[in-house]
């Protein structure tokens, strides 16, 4: 995937450079200026490579350029790209869907099942898989692989990994030959979800990138403006902050609010950037934006933002509204994830303890037994917890609730554990 992706960059980059050149002198300096690029950023980005989607854009802005029809023109239609095959035997739904395509089907089902299936896997996975060993003998045949990206996402979200790489590929190929290039895109975007689990960030960047340019091509403004949200995300990651926030910023224009979750997540992810450059009343904007767009339902997404919002609080000083919004925040992760609870409640003391709140910092710590049992199926945080709690009665002190949240925050790392905490309906 990697090869292929950097070729294509390499062919964009030649094409805009040799635009920028027909537009005479002078052009490549006001790029520069407008952009807010030092000199030499451009050449340096031509020798090394490293352009993002995200900064093409906004040159192809700048010029006035349609990116749609630039990036046609540029790469013609090859998407050609290879992968490596995941490890072991494909899910039996892979070779169901290949023999789908071998045959016809009575009283087959449409998008809107499937897009009702796909906002399920969220809560109900296991459930979705079940739905989709059904969906693909029933789907019209232009739809199979949006069910096998649907199940990819499902095996993802239950640690699955090697079953969601299987099934996300598959469905992939099966797009290619039937030349679906918009479907294409999105399997792409899923695929890099899967690749971060794996570890690889740096790669999901480039498949983010490499579906962003399909997507685009295609004319899915919507659908491109999410892809920007996940390079966006991805660049986070990587601690890029500022190509990070561009690319929000990019994203956003095209994404109408209360539109879809991609949304919610770039504003979410931006306060998260601006945050950690020090810029607290960015932050603090971007999180009010997106709880603005907040869907009373989706408690998880909720309980994320008012913990950024928390931490917001604390750097800037507020510490007793950041003391009330961490108690909303422990309130909703007690009924969804008793890690992620853990985590908030021992976030809830460090914050009163730097206040000077001992007495009240000692009651929230002792509220933590309630969590021992829930948290007995992973023995590392269930004692780290017991040892906060055993120790704490002598005098809390930072530096032991410090090694808790590390303890914790450590077993977080490891996804498949961390979800066995998921409180479970």
Same mark, same amino acid.
């Given at each position: 995937?990697?090869?292929?992706?950097? =070729?294509?960059?390499?062919?964009?980059? =030649?094409?805009?450079?040799?635009?920028?050149?027909?537009?005479?002198?002078?052009?490549?300096?006001?790029?520069?200026? %407008?952009?807010?690029?030092?000199?030499?950023?451009?050449?340096? =980005?031509?020798?090394?490579?490293?352009?993002?989607?995200?900064?093409?854009?906004?040159?192809?802005?700048?010029?006035?350029?349609?990116?749609?029809?630039?990036?046609? =023109?540029?790469?013609?239609?090859?998407?050609?790209?290879?992968? &490596?095959?995941?490890?072991?035997?494909?899910?039996?739904?892979?070779?169901?869907?290949?023999?789908?395509?071998?045959?016809?089907?009575? +009283? %087959?089902?449409?998008?809107? *099942?499937?897009?009702?299936? &796909?906002?399920? !896997?969220?809560?109900?996975?296991?459930?979705?898989?079940?739905?989709?060993?059904?969906?693909?003998?029933?789907?019209?045949?232009?739809?199979?692989?949006?069910?096998?990206?649907?199940?990819?996402?499902?095996?993802?979200?239950?640690?699955?990994?090697? /079953?969601?790489?299987?099934? #996300?590929?598959?469905?992939?190929? #099966?797009?290619?030959?039937?030349?679906?290039?918009?479907?294409?895109?999105?399997?792409?975007?899923?695929?890099?979800?899967?690749?971060?689990?794996? +570890?690889?960030?740096?790669?999901?960047?480039? #498949?983010?990138? !490499?579906?962003?340019?399909?997507?685009?091509?295609?004319? %899915?403004?919507?659908?491109?403006?999410?892809?920007?949200?996940?390079?966006?995300?991805?660049?986070?990651?990587?601690?890029?902050?500022? &190509?990070?926030?561009?690319?929000?910023?990019?994203?956003?224009?095209?994404?109408?609010?209360? /539109?879809? @979750?991609?949304? $919610?997540?770039?504003?979410?992810?931006?306060?998260?950037? *601006?945050?950690?450059?020090?810029?607290?009343?960015?932050?603090?904007?971007?999180?009010? $934006?997106?709880?603005?767009?907040?869907?009373?339902?989706?408690?998880?997404?909720? +309980?994320?933002?008012?913990?950024?919002?928390?931490?917001?609080?604390?750097?800037?000083? !507020?510490?007793?509204?950041?003391?009330?919004?961490?108690?909303?925040?422990?309130?909703?992760?007690?009924?969804?994830?008793?890690?992620?609870?853990?985590?908030?409640?021992?976030?809830?003391? @460090?914050?009163?303890?730097?206040?000077?709140?001992?007495?009240?910092?000692?009651?929230?710590?002792?509220?933590?037994?309630?969590?021992?049992?829930?948290? /007995?199926?992973?023995?590392?945080?269930?004692?780290?917890?017991?040892?906060?709690?055993?120790?704490?009665?002598?005098?809390?002190?930072?530096?032991?609730?410090?090694?808790?949240?590390?303890?914790?925050?450590?077993?977080?790392?490891?996804?498949?554990?961390?979800?066995l905490l998921k409180k479970q309906p």
């Amino acid at each position: 995937m990697t090869d292929s992706h950097q =070729r294509d960059v390499a062919r964009l980059i =030649r094409a805009l450079d040799q635009t920028i050149r027909d537009r005479g002198r002078g052009a490549l300096s006001a790029m520069h200026r %407008e952009l807010g690029y030092s000199a030499g950023w451009w050449q340096g =980005r031509m020798a090394s490579g490293d352009v993002t989607v995200g900064q093409l854009l906004q040159m192809l802005e700048h010029l006035g350029l349609e990116p749609a029809k630039f990036v046609r =023109r540029a790469l013609g239609d090859d998407d050609g790209f290879e992968f &490596d095959r995941p490890p072991g035997e494909p899910p039996a739904l892979i070779a169901q869907a290949w023999a789908r395509l071998r045959v016809s089907a009575e +009283g %087959e089902v449409g998008l809107g *099942f499937l897009n009702t299936l &796909d906002q399920r !896997k969220y809560e109900q996975p296991a459930e979705v898989l079940e739905q989709a060993h059904w969906a693909i003998d029933h789907v019209e045949l232009a739809l199979v692989p949006r069910v096998l990206g649907v199940a990819g996402a499902a095996w993802r979200l239950l640690i699955q990994l090697d /079953s969601a790489m299987h099934a #996300i590929q598959a469905g992939i190929e #099966i797009a290619r030959q039937a030349d679906n290039r918009v479907e294409l895109g999105r399997l792409l975007r899923r695929l890099a979800y899967v690749t971060a689990d794996r +570890g690889d960030r740096n790669e999901a960047l480039q #498949i983010s990138e !490499k579906a962003g340019t399909i997507l685009l091509r295609c004319g %899915e403004t919507l659908a491109f403006g999410e892809t920007l949200v996940d390079q966006g995300t991805w660049l986070y990651y990587l601690s890029r902050y500022r &190509d990070a926030i561009n690319t929000f910023d990019l994203a956003l224009e095209r994404i109408p609010p209360r /539109s879809s @979750r991609s949304y $919610r997540q770039g504003l979410q992810v931006a306060g998260l950037c *601006f945050q950690a450059l020090g810029d607290t009343k960015a932050a603090l904007a971007c999180v009010l $934006r997106a709880e603005q767009d907040m869907r009373e339902t989706n408690l998880g997404d909720k +309980g994320k933002l008012l913990w950024l919002r928390a931490r917001i609080l604390l750097d800037i000083g !507020k510490v007793n509204q950041a003391v009330e919004v961490f108690a909303r925040v422990i309130e909703i992760f007690r009924e969804l994830h008793h890690g992620e609870a853990a985590i908030a409640t021992c976030e809830m003391v @460090r914050a009163q303890l730097t206040a000077g709140q001992y007495r009240e910092a000692y009651e929230t710590a002792a509220s933590m037994r309630a969590l021992v049992e829930p948290l /007995s199926k992973n023995k590392i945080i269930s004692s780290a917890i017991a040892d906060l709690l055993r120790f704490g009665q002598a005098g809390l002190t930072l530096t032991l609730v410090e090694q808790v949240i590390t303890q914790i925050q450590s077993e977080r790392e490891n996804r498949q554990r961390w979800r066995l905490l998921k409180k479970q309906p």
